[in-house]
């Protein structure tokens, strides 16, 4: 099982461009999270999904879109990206047999760099 | 206000010396708690969780911490560390409210040869 993987790994844009980062699990997950990291603040939740065609707004949310068309993936879009929004995004999904106290399971991270 | 709050940003500590690095947590969220390691450039890994029974948790890489209800802590320790163990450590806690976890702002820890 390859478990948790982010496409690209790194990318660098300019301010007002648009990207999509993939997150993709293959360990029949139900709930899939997106953070992002940033010095000092931890990992912060920007959308979470607890299932196939469902999405749901975190912490910090604002500027940010997601999509859940399959089970196994889940897409954080930038519709105009903003220098504010360099950090490391950060891919997670559990199991719900016992709610959202079950691990997480991380993907290895996708630097962004706005310019 | 529910919150996990890590006392060090950085803690520099030579190799073989035993290590702790501090955990504490509102009263407000679960006692499901873990911590996560992040070697550099690398995603989140599990090192432990408490979720009930013994207070003293044992994780992987020789890690283990320990629940304080009533100080309402999870510190992280390790009674030797090697170079190998530095890393970026971050505790965090599940919310009953709002179903999510909630992260500490991470500890450096730096392992000194």
């Known amino acids: 099982n390859a478990g948790v993987t982010q496409t690209p790994k790194f990318r660098v844009l300019k301010t007002g461009q648009s990207m999509t980062l993939l997150c993709a699990q293959d360990?029949?997950?139900?709930?899939m999270y997106w953070y992002r990291q940033d010095p000092g603040m931890g990992l912060r939740l920007i959308h979470y999904?607890?299932?196939?065609?469902?999405?749901a707004k975190g912490e910090v949310p604002d500027g940010y879109n997601v999509s859940r068309l399959k089970k196994q993936n889940f897409l954080l879009g930038l519709e105009s990206a903003a220098p504010s929004q360099t950090s490391v995004y950060f891919c997670a999904s559990n199991r719900p047999d016992r709610a959202h106290h079950n691990e997480q399971f991380f993907g290895p991270g996708t630097r962004l760099t706005v310019l | 206000a529910q919150s996990v709050t890590q006392l060090d940003s950085q803690v520099p500590v030579f190799e073989e010396a035993p290590v702790e690095l501090r955990c504490n947590y509102s009263s407000s969220v679960s006692v499901y708690l873990f911590w996560y390691v992040q070697y550099p450039n690398q995603g989140l890994q599990l090192l432990l969780k408490y979720l009930s029974g013994s207070t003293l948790v044992k994780g992987i890489n020789g890690f283990e911490a320990e629940f304080n209800k009533s100080q309402t802590s999870f510190h992280l320790r390790k009674p030797s560390v090697h170079i190998s163990d530095t890393a970026e450590y971050f505790c965090a806690a599940f919310s009953g409210n709002t179903g999510k976890l909630i992260f500490g702002q991470g500890t450096t820890l730096q392992v000194k040869p």
């Open positions: 999904s607890v299932g196939e065609g469902t999405t």
């Open positions: 360990m029949n997950h139900e709930y």
